[in-house]
């Protein structure tokens, strides 16, 4: 299987808008691309990620696995609705893609989170697909030590990681902001691979400019140089 799981170094970092992006940048090349949300948290408050990329990304398919009312991890999620969800259960989905074409998986929170009752975490679920991290950062202060962390975690486990992705990147940056890019691409050892902006709307039209957003080794056209010199987005 080819793609890789998009992870975060929290939650609400847009994980979902750099899945959709990636997903988006791949399908413009002709690639069959299909998104999948082994566990989906949060359906009460009308929370579906599924939903969202299908409709920023035509023609990219969408599968979701168990979905959970309450908008929690998804492991604590499914104990207080009773329901056990397992290793199994979220392997399932991807594996029901088969191997044509790339999956975009799409885990919750950070790598760390529980998905599974059984204890299965971001980490033990890309390690039993062989996928490699795309770990989604924020732009602002803060995000260095976050991302740092997430990446030694991932490097200490054995994880293979295709780049990090910083989402939201404001056209107004400040100072902390502006000197990120530069330190994010020197702490992770050269993987700063993509750069999304700030988005005044999501949507396909938005998503027309995917490949611009992230550099050849995850697909797309950008100058990572222009990231790590200039601390400056596309």
């Known amino acids: 299987m080819s793609g890789v799981l998009v992870t975060g170094t929290d939650t609400g970092v847009g994980k979902t808008v750099v899945s959709a992006a990636l997903a988006a940048c791949w ?3 002709g690639l069959p691309v299909t998104y999948v949300k082994p566990a989906q948290s949060g359906a009460a408050d009308g929370d579906d ?11 990219v398919a969408t599968v979701v696995g168990t979905v959970l009312a309450e908008p929690l991890a998804p492991a604590v999620a499914a104990r207080r609705a009773g329901t056990s969800l397992e290793r199994a259960d979220l392997v399932a989905p991807v594996a029901a893609v ?6 975009v998986v799409e885990g919750a929170g ?10 299965t975490t971001c980490a033990d679920l890309a390690a039993v697909l062989d996928l490699p991290l795309v770990v989604v950062a924020r732009p602002g202060l803060g995000t260095l030590n976050h991302t740092v962390l997430t990446l030694a975690e991932a490097d200490r486990r054995g994880l293979a990681v295709a780049g990090v992705v ?5 056209a107004d940056p400040d100072v902390a902001t502006r000197t990120n890019l530069a330190e994010l691409d020197r702490l992770s050892g050269g993987r700063l691979a993509g750069v999304l902006p700030r988005l005044a709307d999501v949507d396909a039209a938005a998503m027309a400019a995917a490949a611009t957003w992230f550099g050849p ?11 790590s010199e200039h601390g400056t987005a596309p």
């Open 27 to 29: 399908a413009a090349q």
């Open 49 to 59: 990620d599924a939903a969202d990329v299908a409709r920023w990304a035509p023609g």
């Open 98 to 103: 088969g191997d044509g074409g790339r999956v």
């Open 110 to 119: 950070g790598l760390l989170v529980e998905l599974g009752t059984d204890g």
């Open 166 to 170: 910083v989402s939201g990147f404001p």
């Open 217 to 227: 080794g995850l697909g797309g056209i950008a100058d990572p140089g222009r990231w």
